[in-house]
């Protein structure tokens, strides 16, 4: 969950401004939170208003509409922080609807489905729970699933082969690497040119920064990337202790208590 932000928070200042290296600083004064930390955590929220807990069973039939006022009501407190301008007209709209989108930003906020998962199903169910209030088109859903198993399965204690493999078969090709992309990849806002590459950085990273500087470096939606790329490198390797603490003076204390009060419930697991 955390991993997410933090990908957010070291990619936002190179999204109009991409860098093409791993050889960045990585948390700096010009990085700030944007629209993918407050989605990721009206999405726990939402989780956590069902009754999401680890001693008790979570009722999640409620999720749909409960995500939409979550996104709402969290979302309309941070009005400047980059939302897309479908999103935009949703969040305000009188009744709103999905809008068939297949937008990256379907992956970049489900990253705590695949922490509050107990089984891989239930992973997936979550993911098209919070997506498809949204992101109803087949690829943004496809998207949002991707990266949420991911996320359950680096939990669940399976290895980089064997998340790679998963991905291979019931989503993506993970058939190139970030270096034969690198000089090529532009900016891109779907689903299916984006969370591909995220999850390469990851399979390609050896530690949870390097993940992260992994998916920056290859430029596009920096801060997205490495939104998607965070979650899945936080559930493997965890989040170093330093790093946590310095992306935690990132986050004003209405953000901060919804992380805390997911991660009450869901530990992190290193």
Same mark, same amino acid.
């Given at each position: 969950?955390?991993?997410?932000?933090?990908?957010?928070?070291?990619?936002?200042?190179?999204?109009?401004?991409?860098?093409?290296?791993?050889?960045?600083?990585?948390?700096?004064?010009?990085?700030?939170?944007?629209?993918?930390?407050?989605?990721?955590? $009206? *999405?726990?929220?939402? =989780?956590?208003?069902? +009754?999401?807990?680890?001693?008790?069973?979570? @009722? &999640?039939?409620?999720?749909?509409?409960?995500?939409?006022?979550?996104?709402?009501?969290?979302?309309?407190?941070?009005?400047?922080?980059?939302?897309?301008?479908?999103?935009?007209?949703?969040?305000?709209?009188?009744?709103?609807?999905?809008?068939?989108?297949?937008?990256?930003?379907?992956?970049?906020?489900?990253?705590?489905?695949?922490?509050?998962?107990?089984?891989?199903?239930?992973?997936?169910?979550?993911?098209?729970?919070?997506?498809?209030?949204?992101?109803?088109?087949?690829?943004?859903?496809?998207?949002?699933?991707?990266? $949420? *198993?991911?996320?359950? =399965?680096?939990?669940? +204690?399976?290895?980089?082969?064997?998340?790679? @493999? &998963?991905?291979?078969?019931?989503?993506?090709?993970?058939?190139?690497?970030?270096?034969?992309?690198?000089?090529?990849?532009?900016?891109?806002?779907?689903?299916?040119?984006?969370?591909?590459?995220?999850?390469?950085?990851?399979?390609?990273?050896?530690?949870?920064?390097?993940?992260?500087?992994?998916?920056?470096?290859?430029?596009?939606?920096?801060?997205?990337?490495?939104?998607?790329?965070?979650?899945?490198?936080?559930?493997?390797?965890?989040?170093?202790?330093?790093?946590?603490?310095?992306?935690?003076?990132?986050?004003?204390?209405?953000?901060?208590?919804? =992380?805390?009060?997911?991660?009450?419930?869901?530990?992190?697991?290193?």
């Amino acid at each position: 969950m955390l991993g997410a932000i933090i990908g957010d928070i070291a990619g936002s200042r190179f999204e109009w401004n991409n860098i093409k290296t791993k050889e960045f600083d990585f948390l700096t004064c010009r990085c700030e939170f944007t629209d993918d930390s407050v989605m990721s955590l $009206a *999405v726990a929220k939402a =989780l956590l208003d069902c +009754g999401a807990g680890v001693s008790r069973a979570s @009722d &999640y039939t409620n999720l749909g509409a409960l995500t939409v006022k979550s996104m709402r009501d969290v979302g309309r407190l941070y009005p400047n922080c980059g939302y897309g301008g479908m999103f935009r007209q949703w969040m305000y709209a009188d009744n709103p609807a999905p809008y068939n989108s297949f937008g990256n930003g379907a992956a970049m906020r489900v990253s705590a489905c695949g922490f509050a998962a107990k089984k891989l199903a239930e992973a997936v169910t979550l993911s098209r729970k919070v997506t498809e209030v949204t992101h109803n088109h087949p690829e943004g859903i496809k998207g949002a699933e991707a990266t $949420a *198993v991911c996320i359950f =399965l680096a939990c669940d +204690g399976k290895n980089i082969r064997e998340i790679r @493999d &998963y991905v291979d078969k019931h989503y993506y090709p993970m058939n190139f690497t970030l270096d034969s992309i690198r000089d090529s990849y532009q900016f891109n806002e779907t689903c299916q040119d984006t969370v591909p590459q995220a999850i390469m950085a990851f399979l390609e990273s050896s530690g949870f920064e390097d993940a992260i500087r992994g998916a920056i470096s290859i430029g596009g939606d920096s801060d997205t990337l490495a939104a998607i790329t965070g979650g899945i490198a936080e559930a493997y390797y965890g989040v170093p202790n330093e790093i946590r603490k310095h992306a935690l003076t990132f986050l004003d204390e209405r953000l901060l208590k919804i =992380l805390i009060d997911f991660e009450n419930v869901y530990p992190p697991r290193f």
